[in-house]
Structure formats: structure tokens, C-alpha cells
């Protein structure tokens, strides 16, 4: 456990600083305090520490065996009629307690920390977008669109506006009003022009369509950055939520329902796999019996095995994620490395599995 927390810290600080720099550049444009920076680094931490702990545990367990294969306590306890399996019991408790602590985190403190992080981004959004509402000036947030407003009321009204979009291949379109409102929405704010009109020009002939309108509204979701939308996907809802979504979530996210019942089945997985793999861990370092060479065959091997399992679990999942009814798939690598860790165990209580072989070949290579 105290090697566990070490390599967790460890690769927290490396994982969350090089996430903090990125998100401190983007604040730090946006006008944002030190303490905004601090306050949505923090809400980063738990999907950071779930990202982690699976790598941390399989890392202390495996430096853990090493450590009691070199200083011959391992040999020792062995020596005393324990099995395999017997040896791999605390093991599979201290998975236990891993997969707890895993658990704690997909199921609550990751989602509450994704709803809130959410909030805080649409906060933010609203302030970086009337930022670049800049009296007087022409800004240009994106490629091929302009903005411009001769004058900001106290009260918040826009007044003489122009927008001209170009985004669109062959067309280009000038949007001008005497008044707009700025005005939240559940995806972003909207700008509501009054009394204007708009033009559209056909690039390709040089057609000009023109039309009024008393009142328009306009999606400027382009006018904020792309990182501080503060949309709530999948990851901020509860498990419970997921396993049943209602119909109008349906609707709001726009993800067809067994996309969500396989993520919630994707977090129940995280915890299971923790444990399987911790006990993989230590089963690998068993194999072969003690040797004054170090474990460096028996590490490497189960470094394969992981990466392995990780490259079969990632496999399932998209399989889950492409077919309706398909999410038993994510318990798929789960069973994969009980019966692997099972295997391995069986082979470590039978040694002579390797060293007859090897007496084989040494027999048959002398003169």
C-alpha cells in the first residue's frame, strides 16, 4: 500500500501538471484569475487518480514481488509449503482495496467533479464571450468570421452591429442591426439581432440575396474557445442514470442508449479488472523459481501481459460501443486475465515446467 501511494503521487504530479500547464495557457488568454486556475485543476484531479490507479497498482505489486524474490523472503516462505495461490491471497486484497477506491471514484467523485467542472466552464464562457465583445474594434475569433459593435449599454444592449460569415464554400453572409441582446442558451450564448437584414452573396455567380427581419437569432458559440463550452457529456452523469437513461436525455445528448448503458458497465469493469490484473501482476514474478539474474524475464513478461490485456480490453470496448446489446463485451478482458492469472499460477506451482526443458537442452548441447 505504501508503494501504491507512492507511484500514484508520482504519476498524478506528472499526469495533472502536464494537464495544468495546457489549461493554465488557456486561462491565463482568457483573463482568468490564479484562483479560477486552481479551482478547475483541482476538479481535473479525479479522473487523473482513476487514469492512474490501475498502472500505479500493477507497478507496486510488481516491485513489491521483485523486491521479495531479491532479498530471498519470498524463497523462504515457499520454502515452508506455501502454494502459489496461498501467496497470492494478500495480493488479492490489496486488488480489493484498489478496485474500492476505483470504484469510489468512477461511480461518485468523477461525475460530481464533471458536473461541476461543467458549470464552472459555461461560467466562464459567458465572460470570455462578452470579452470579445469589444466596442469599436473589428475582432475575428475565427477563420472567415468578422464581428463588429459600435456600442455596449450599461444595461448590456448592442448597439449597431455587423457579423460577417464566410465560413461556408461559395456563399458569404453580412448580418446588420441596429440592436442585439446577448442571451444564454443550453449550448452556448445566442446574439438576437433586432430591426436588420442580411445579405448573402453567391460567390460562384455574384448573386445577391438580401432580406430583413425583426428579429434573428445567431448561434456565436464560434466566438468562445473550443475548451470552455461547458457542455455535460457522459462522464458527469450517474451510473444509476446510465444503466436506465430516460428518453429525453436521449434526446439532449444525442447518443443512442446502449452508448450509455455501456459506459456505465465500462466503470463497473474498471474495478474488476483492477483486481484480476493485480494478482496477474504478482503471478508472472513466481514463475521460474529464484535466481541470483534477477526477475528481469518474469517482469517483462508481465509487462507484455498487461499491455496486452489493456490492448484487448480497449478492442472490446469498441466493440460495445459499435453493437446494440453488445456490453458484456467490457467484462471480456476481465475474464481474459482471470484465466490468464489462473494459468500463470498453475504453471508457478509446478516449476519443473521450466527446468526440464532447459536440463533437455543443456543435455543435448555437451559433447
Known sequence: MVLFGFFSLVMVLVYWINRAVI?????IASGQSAGTFLELTALTLPNVIRLVLPFSAYAAVIFTANRLSSESELVVVQATGYSPWRLARPVLVFGGIVALLLAV???VLVPAATRELSDRQAQIAQNVTARLL????FIHPVAGLTF???EITPDGELRDIFLSDS???GARTNYSSRTALLIPGERGPKLVMLDGMAQTLDTRDQRLAVTTFSDFSYDIGALMPADFTGSLGIDGLPTPVLLNPPDTLLKELRRPRHRLIEAAHERIAQSTMVVATSVLGF???LLGGFSRFGLWRQILFAVVAFLALKSIE???IDVALRQEGAWPAVYGATLVAAALTALV???AGRPDLFRAPLSRLRREAAP
Open 167 to 169: 465560413r461556408a464554400a
Open 134 to 137: 469589444t466596442e469599436g474594434e
Open 105 to 107: 471514484l468512477v461511480h
Open 345 to 347: 499460477l498453475w504453471a
Open 283 to 285: 503471478a508472472c514474478l
Open 314 to 316: 480497449n478492442a472490446l
Open 23 to 27: 489549461l493554465f495557457d488557456r486561462l
Open 148 to 150: 463588429y459593435v459600435r
